[in-house]
Each structure stands twice: as structure tokens, then as C-alpha cells.
T-cell receptor
């Protein structure tokens, strides 16, 4: 599995956009980029995933560079409840191993009032 | 609908004792995963069940760890002869199978080995 690199921590003002970067320079052609987040004392929560096109859902947007070596998760209007650890994961699609997720240490996002 | 549930939420045990952790996946989810999360660290994959296929046990750290799943329902993770390094949060997740991207996680069981 490709390894990802994320900054250990970031701060963001409430109501502003939070842009969380992730490097995955060794990503393979069949690997997707996934983002999960983990609010303190809870299990991780899926946010979004993508292959090479930019993606948007009700929670966030995912911007993947053309060479796929990096991506950015964007929370357009961060709230205090978005304070969490954000994990960027790369994983093959539909592997017989069952899409098991390999989590790094993630980015601790703190949204400040 | 109900999410993934785990019990107990907290477990304190003495070194050398056996513990059993339970996971109830979302109804209809054929795939079930166990992960371990040590304090301040990311998740480590432990084991994966998919329907009636043989489980993928490649993440189990030692033979003291085992897990079972009855059909497509409840799973139990057993740790024998617990050690202090087993202290962690044990997380269970489920989804409809390998072709689905989103895994739904339970709240975890916090295990403390004294």
C-alpha cells in the first residue's frame, strides 16, 4: 500500500475553509484516495474518496492533483464540530483483502472560535 | 437505523487474564473488520471477515489474538493472557463488502491491562 504524509496539526478559524493536504507520491494506478476523520473518543467516520477527478459531497471537497501524487481535503465552512483527526488513506479498489484501511497518524485539525 | 455497536465500552483487566470483546455490525453488512488503536496513534488492521469466506487474519499481532464471527452477524475478538502492551482501543467496522468504500465504525472498546 502507498504511504501518505500529512502535517501533524493545523488550525482554522470557525467559518473559514479548512484545507488539509496529503502527499501520496508512490500511489499506484488502481489506488483510491480516501479521507476519514475521528472526533475525540469516537470511531472514525468516512468523509469522501476519489481516484483522479475532483469530488464533492455534503461534507467536503477532494482535490487530487493531475499526477495524483497529492490531494487536498477542503471543508468549506469549518465549524467547531469539525475539530478532529483527519486521516488520508490510499487503498486499492475492491481487493480480496476487503479494502482494509491502513491509517497513519493523520492531521489534528483544531477549529477555533 | 442502528449503527455498529461494541461492548463493553471499557474493560479493565489484569495482566494474564483473557478478555472477549464483542461487535454487532450493521444488519446486512457482510464484511466486518477489527482494528486496534494505541494511544495517540493511527489504526492498525487486525482481521477481516467477508461472508462465509476464510477470514484474513494477517494483521493479528500474535497467537494470543483470535476472532470469530457467526455467519454475517456478531463477532468476538478474544485476547488470551493479556499483556500491558495490549492496552488500546479496539474498533470494529462493517460494510457491504470489498467493493464498497465506506466502512462504518463502532465506538470502540477501551481495554486497559494493569
Amino acid at each position: 500500500d502507498a504511504k501518505t504524509t500529512q502535517p501533524p496539526s493545523m488550525d482554522c478559524a470557525e467559518g473559514r475553509a479548512a484545507n488539509l493536504p496529503c502527499n501520496h507520491s508512490t500511489i499506484s494506478g488502481n489506488e483510491y484516495v480516501y479521507w476519514y476523520r475521528q472526533i475525540h473518543s469516537q470511531g472514525p467516520q468516512y468523509i469522501i474518496h476519489g481516484l483522479k477527478n475532483n469530488e464533492t459531497n455534503e461534507m467536503a471537497s477532494l482535490i487530487i492533483t493531475e499526477d495524483r501524487k497529492s490531494s487536498t481535503l477542503i471543508l468549506p465552512h469549518a465549524t467547531l464540530r469539525d475539530t478532529a483527526v483527519y486521516y488520508c488513506i490510499v487503498n486499492p479498489w475492491g481487493e480480496t483483502s476487503g479494502s482494509r484501511l491502513t491509517f497513519g497518524e493523520g492531521t489534528q485539525l483544531t477549529v477555533n472560535p | 437505523g442502528a449503527g455498529v455497536s461494541q461492548s463493553p465500552s471499557n474493560k479493565v483487566t489484569e495482566k494474564g487474564k483473557d478478555v472477549e470483546l464483542r461487535c454487532d455490525p450493521i444488519s446486512g453488512h457482510t464484511a466486518l473488520y477489527w482494528y486496534r488503536q494505541r494511544l495517540g496513534q493511527g489504526l492498525e488492521f487486525l482481521i477481516y471477515f467477508q461472508g462465509n469466506s476464510a477470514p484474513d487474519k494477517s494483521g493479528l499481532p500474535s497467537d494470543r489474538f483470535s476472532a470469530e464471527r457467526t455467519g454475517e452477524s456478531v463477532s468476538t475478538l478474544t485476547i488470551q493472557r493479556t499483556q500491558q502492551e495490549d492496552s488500546a482501543v479496539y474498533l470494529c467496522a462493517s460494510n457491504r463488502g470489498a467493493s464498497y468504500n465506506e466502512q462504518f465504525f463502532g465506538p470502540g472498546t477501551r481495554l486497559t491491562v494493569l
